[in-house]
């Protein structure tokens, strides 16, 4: 039982340390000007369409690991027993997956308002709507004509 106690914090441990060089990272990123900062990067076209895209599907997985967690906490859950558990039930849930589906229509939606955006703008916007990804997108088919919805299926 000792071991297994031990192999938990281990990995919590590494994920916490992970995360924070990750949120170091988005900071740096976001903090240093483009032209001589760590993640010096042209601002093509590509590179913002690849990096924005990756960063919406980040702000996917944030959001539903969120959301995760507030169900816990509305179920009195007061900690995480197993964080490789926790993890996988993350990766699994259907929450995540309509995150996903969904994720190019609304990065479609924000590359059509970004073009004066600067790449860091971009990235962080890309991050807020890729959490938000499951709202923005059932609000989407929500106004769209009750017909255009039921003949989805192309049946």
């Known amino acids: 039982m000792e071991g297994v106690r ?4 281990s990995l919590a441990v590494v994920v916490s340390l992970l995360c924070a060089a990750i949120g170091f990272a988005l900071f740096w990123f976001v903090a240093v000007p483009q032209d001589h900062g760590f993640f010096s990067v042209g601002d093509s076209a590509g590179t913002r369409l ?3 895209f990756f960063a919406t599907l980040l702000g996917v997985l944030l959001g539903s690991t969120y959301r ?3 169900r816990m906490k509305e179920a009195n859950v007061q900690t995480i027993r197993s ?3 926790f993890a996988l039930n993350v990766v699994r849930s259907v929450d995540l997956w309509m995150g996903l589906v969904a994720s190019p229509l609304v990065y479609g939606l924000l590359v059509q308002s ?9 990235v962080i916007v ?11 997108a059932e609000n989407i ?3 769209a004509p009750a017909n255009a ?3 989805a299926g192309g049946g």
């Open 83 to 85: 964080v490789r558990r």
């Open 50 to 52: 690849l990096l924005g």
């Open 68 to 70: 995760q967690l507030a």
């Open 114 to 122: 970004a073009a004066n955006m600067t790449l860091a703008g971009l």
């Open 6 to 9: 031990h192999v938990n914090t």
């Open 126 to 136: 890309a991050i807020e709507n890729g959490f938000c990804c499951l709202l923005i």
């Open 149 to 151: 919805v039921g003949n």
């Open 141 to 143: 088919v929500k106004r």
